[in-house]
């Protein structure tokens, strides 16, 4: 159901993807095999000039938001990425306002993003400390700021979506797989449009295939979303944990015991880490 947290989806993220009229928001709940639910995604309407409007006040009142979860508990986001791309020093001033520190890993919450095109670079880089300068008032190395390999992420989003779920040989359906994307009846219409907004075209040079590149055919703003949230993912660490970290944040958030035992996330940890993971 719209807003609630699935029995696997043991961390919870968001991405906020700014415009000059209104913010696009998408929470996506990650299990440890990189499945993926949408929880939420909505579009928050007003003038992102004004730090106190509601585009902004809808987007801070979902950091105090909480998702009910499979076992009648609450679930607050684990991070919430902003991209900086507009608005730049309103997105850096909202993020130094709203910063609040996870109570598990002691990391940042809420972080403030901008996408770097190109091959080969990692979901998550390292943050760079900048200035923010807003209104007239300067404030060095007020906030951080990540980087995000957007290109590969992207691959990596619609090699997700093709994938199915397999059967055998008497009809009963086997596991999903790693990566798959669940999406709830409530969606319409437009997030399917836009999280399949871009494709990659050739790059020619002298009629030569060079390489490739990615293209927009059509709003792609919860695109931009789902490939944020796979970096947040990272940011968390959902490569680098470990089974008995994944089996103790189950059972910490309510998991029962007989689903929260290690050997479920023995596959899990074994891509290449980019962060700290929540435990």
């Avoid at 980087?147 to 997700?160: D, F, I, M």
């Avoid at 970290?245 to 958030?253: F, G, I, N, S, V």
């Amino acid at each position: 159901a719209r807003g609630h947290v699935p029995v696997r989806g043991l961390i919870l993220t968001a991405f906020a993807d700014v415009q000059m009229r209104g913010i696009w928001f998408q929470v996506v709940a990650h299990a440890p095999n990189r499945e993926k639910w949408t929880v939420e995604a909505d579009y928050f309407d007003g003038d992102t000039a004004d730090l106190n409007g509601p585009a902004w006040s809808a987007l801070r009142k979902q950091l105090d938001r909480e998702f009910p979860d499979a076992f009648g508990g609450k679930r607050m986001l684990d991070a919430l990425l902003v991209d900086s791309g507009y608005r730049t020093h309103i997105v850096y001033s909202f993020v130094r306002k709203a910063q609040r520190v996870h109570p598990l890993s002691g990391q940042d919450v809420v972080l403030a993003t901008k996408g770097i095109d190109g091959w080969g670079k990692p979901a998550i880089g390292q943050p760079k400390l900048v200035d923010i300068d807003l209104g007239g008032k300067k404030i060095k190395q007020g906030v951080k700021v990540w980087g995000l390999g957007t290109w590969p992420l992207k691959s990596e989003h619609y090699a997700n979506l093709h994938k199915v779920r397999e059967f055998d040989a008497a009809g009963v359906p086997l596991p999903h797989p790693d990566g798959f994307c669940h999406h709830g009846t409530w969606l319409g219409d437009e997030f399917f449009k836009q999280i399949t907004a871009e494709y990659l075209a050739e790059i020619r040079f002298r009629g030569r295939v060079t390489g490739r590149k990615w293209e927009t055919r059509g709003a792609n703003h919860y695109l931009d979303c789902y490939v944020g949230n796979y970096a947040a993912a990272e940011y968390l660490g959902i490569g680098s944990t470990t089974a008995d970290q994944w089996a103790a944040l189950a059972a910490m958030r309510g998991m029962p015991a007989e689903m929260s035992v290690r050997d479920l996330f023995v596959a899990a940890g074994d891509a290449e880490p980019y962060g700290d993971s929540l435990l």
